[in-house]
């Protein structure tokens, strides 16, 4: 197969010349509800995850990823758009709950936005990502890029969906943020994949995404998004899955089926990366493994999850591992502090693109990072956002991390050293506090969103 040639010139670590290289092909896992230590090489008692293991093996472990606001619906704008979900005023899963949240119309009578009734900001929160933003699809399709969607969308409906945002074609989506059941009829209301009768979703998304590898003969480079439901509620694992975890280490119940949910998605891993290798391929394609936000369930050593305390490390903080042959070194970590914004101008740098070419975007590329495996220096903190409850943001810069409530409090935690956030060091930093606090005002001010601020 053909590749188009990058306009990058890359400079290899390991012999100091300079060479050419083909613009990779791409996979992206995107898992929904992924806790960074719930894989296997991270939590061995409690999870079994030998393909995920080997990417690790294989490239650069990250250590310090953060997602901007670690909801459903939120972390997947940031990542298709690489700007911040409070700039894309977009700050809540999009829920057509009507018990929970009252929806906001717009000049066209379209329910454009919703309010959650127990939000106490009352944030009007976007119900899609709006097409003129750019997404890395059509960033990649510039460069020449054939993109495939599978899996969970979440951003809006059908009009909003991936193939009216630069993909070429979608399996498996809807306008749901979880299935029905991992098991058929995965989606009651839609007819989505509605003709299967066995398969476990994960699987049957799988088949698919290793069918089109198998069958692809364009004369230029691909990307596969593969936006798993997994593991998200339901938690349903696979039958034969579940008995190896029940009992493990106390695992019982939810957990158990929870940490069979997460043994399905690394096999997933696993076969794709598998048929990439048959296919003769896999030397020339970059792999991205990475989580929309932490688990439903709270782990040790970390606080929060996805429904309590969601900005600490346990919600915020996710697995992000890269994978490029030739180019990434093998089975290192890199502790640079960076953020699911930064995919977007990541990937249109690695194809030759300028990120400076597209306007207001949130995160940095990291090529030269995946290049060199160095630190990454940021010149500026990353925040996270939500607009759920009082505890609503972030700001995270070098060892430090602010947590900001609506009602003004604040708390301050060396992350470094207390990765649990159990020592508030706020009563003796006050200086720290106010140089994060200053800095959250004006970056507030930057996303359009001071007036639903704690500290005005």
Same mark, same amino acid.
């Given at each position: 197969?053909?590749?188009?040639?990058?306009?990058?010139?890359?400079?290899?670590? !390991?012999?100091?010349?300079?060479?050419?290289?083909?613009?990779?092909?791409?996979?992206?896992?995107?898992? %929904?509800?992924?806790?960074?230590?719930?894989?296997?090489?991270?939590?061995?008692?409690?999870?079994?995850?030998?393909?995920?293991?080997?990417?690790?093996?294989?490239?650069?472990?990250?250590?310090?990823?953060?997602? +901007?606001?670690?909801?459903?619906?939120?972390?997947?704008?940031?990542? !298709?758009?690489? @700007?911040?979900?409070?700039?894309?005023?977009?700050?809540?899963?999009?829920?057509?709950? +009507?018990?929970?949240?009252? #929806?906001?119309?717009?000049?066209?009578?379209?329910?454009?936005?919703? !309010?959650?009734?127990?939000?106490?900001?009352?944030?009007?929160?976007?119900?899609?990502?709006?097409?003129?933003?750019?997404?890395?699809? *059509?960033?990649? @399709?510039?460069?020449?890029? &054939?993109?495939?969607?599978?899996?969970?969308? =979440?951003?809006?409906?059908?009009?909003?969906?991936?193939?009216?945002?630069?993909?070429? /074609?979608?399996?498996?989506?809807?306008? =749901?943020?979880?299935?029905?059941?991992?098991?058929?009829?995965?989606?009651?209301?839609?007819?989505?994949?509605?003709?299967?009768?066995?398969?476990?979703?994960?699987?049957?998304?799988?088949?698919?995404?290793?069918?089109?590898?198998?069958?692809?003969?364009?004369?230029?480079?691909? #990307?596969?998004?593969?936006?798993? &439901?997994?593991? =998200?509620?339901?938690?349903?694992?696979? @039958? %034969?899955?579940?008995?190896?975890? @029940?009992?493990?280490?106390?695992?019982?119940?939810?957990?158990?089926?929870?940490?069979?949910?997460?043994?399905?998605?690394?096999?997933?891993?696993?076969?794709?990366?598998?048929?990439?290798?048959?296919?003769?391929?896999?030397?020339?394609?970059?792999?991205?493994?990475?989580?929309?936000?932490?688990?439903?369930?709270?782990? *040790?050593?970390?606080?929060?999850?996805?429904?309590?305390?969601?900005?600490?490390?346990?919600?915020? /903080?996710?697995?992000?591992?890269?994978?490029?042959?030739?180019?990434? *070194?093998?089975?290192?970590?890199?502790?640079?502090?960076?953020?699911?914004?930064?995919?977007?101008?990541?990937?249109?740098?690695?194809?030759?693109?300028?990120?400076?070419?597209?306007?207001?975007?949130?995160?940095?590329?990291?090529?030269?990072?995946?290049?060199?495996?160095?630190?990454?220096?940021?010149?500026?903190?990353?925040?996270?956002?939500?607009?759920? *409850? %009082?505890?609503?943001?972030?700001?995270?810069?070098?060892?430090?991390?602010?947590?900001?409530?609506?009602?003004?409090?604040?708390? !301050?935690?060396?992350?470094?050293?207390?990765?649990?956030?159990?020592?508030?060091?706020?009563?003796?930093?006050?200086?720290?506090?106010?140089?994060?606090?200053?800095?959250?005002?004006?970056?507030?001010?930057? #996303?359009?969103?001071?007036?639903?601020?704690?500290?005005?």
């Amino acid at each position: 197969m053909k590749k188009l040639l990058s306009f990058a010139l890359l400079v290899c670590g !390991l012999c100091g010349t300079t060479q050419a290289l083909e613009n990779p092909n791409i996979v992206l896992f995107f898992v %929904d509800d992924l806790g960074w230590n719930n894989l296997g090489y991270r939590n061995p008692n409690l999870f079994e995850t030998p393909n995920v293991d080997q990417l690790a093996n294989d490239g650069i472990d990250f250590q310090q990823c953060y997602v +901007a606001s670690p909801t459903c619906s939120p972390s997947r704008s940031t990542l !298709l758009t690489g @700007k911040h979900p409070a700039r894309l005023n977009l700050v809540r899963h999009i829920s057509g709950n +009507a018990k929970n949240v009252k #929806m906001v119309y717009d000049e066209q009578g379209r329910a454009s936005h919703h !309010l959650l009734l127990s939000d106490p900001a009352q944030f009007p929160s976007k119900n899609w990502v709006d097409l003129e933003n750019v997404t890395y699809a *059509e960033a990649l @399709k510039s460069h020449g890029y &054939y993109n495939l969607f599978v899996g969970k969308w =979440h951003l809006g409906p059908k009009e909003f969906h991936p193939i009216h945002q630069g993909f070429d /074609r979608q399996i498996g989506t809807t306008d =749901h943020g979880s299935p029905s059941s991992y098991y058929p009829d995965y989606f009651q209301d839609e007819d989505v994949l509605e003709e299967q009768t066995e398969a476990y979703l994960t699987d049957k998304l799988t088949d698919e995404t290793i069918h089109f590898i198998d069958g692809y003969d364009e004369d230029q480079p691909f #990307m596969v998004s593969m936006w798993y &439901y997994n593991v =998200h509620t339901p938690n349903i694992g696979r @039958k %034969d899955l579940v008995p190896r975890f @029940k009992g493990r280490a106390g695992l019982e119940g939810k957990r158990a089926q929870y940490a069979a949910q997460v043994a399905a998605v690394d096999e997933s891993v696993g076969r794709i990366r598998t048929a990439l290798k048959d296919k003769g391929i896999d030397k020339n394609t970059l792999v991205i493994f990475t989580s929309d936000q932490g688990s439903l369930y709270e782990w *040790e050593p970390y606080r929060g999850g996805k429904r309590v305390d969601t900005l600490c490390e346990g919600g915020a /903080r996710v697995p992000f591992i890269v994978s490029w042959p030739g180019v990434t *070194e093998r089975g290192v970590t890199n502790n640079s502090i960076i953020q699911t914004t930064d995919v977007l101008p990541t990937l249109v740098e690695l194809v030759g693109g300028n990120p400076a070419d597209y306007g207001d975007l949130d995160g940095v590329s990291l090529f030269s990072t995946l290049r060199d495996n160095t630190e990454l220096q940021r010149d500026k903190p990353i925040y996270g956002y939500r607009a759920y *409850e %009082d505890l609503y943001v972030s700001v995270r810069e070098g060892d430090w991390k602010l947590l900001g409530y609506r009602d003004g409090r604040v708390s !301050l935690y060396n992350v470094v050293d207390d990765r649990s956030e159990q020592d508030d060091l706020a009563n003796t930093n006050p200086e720290k506090v106010q140089l994060l606090l200053e800095k959250l005002k004006a970056w507030e001010v930057e #996303m359009d969103v001071q007036q639903y601020s704690g500290f005005q």
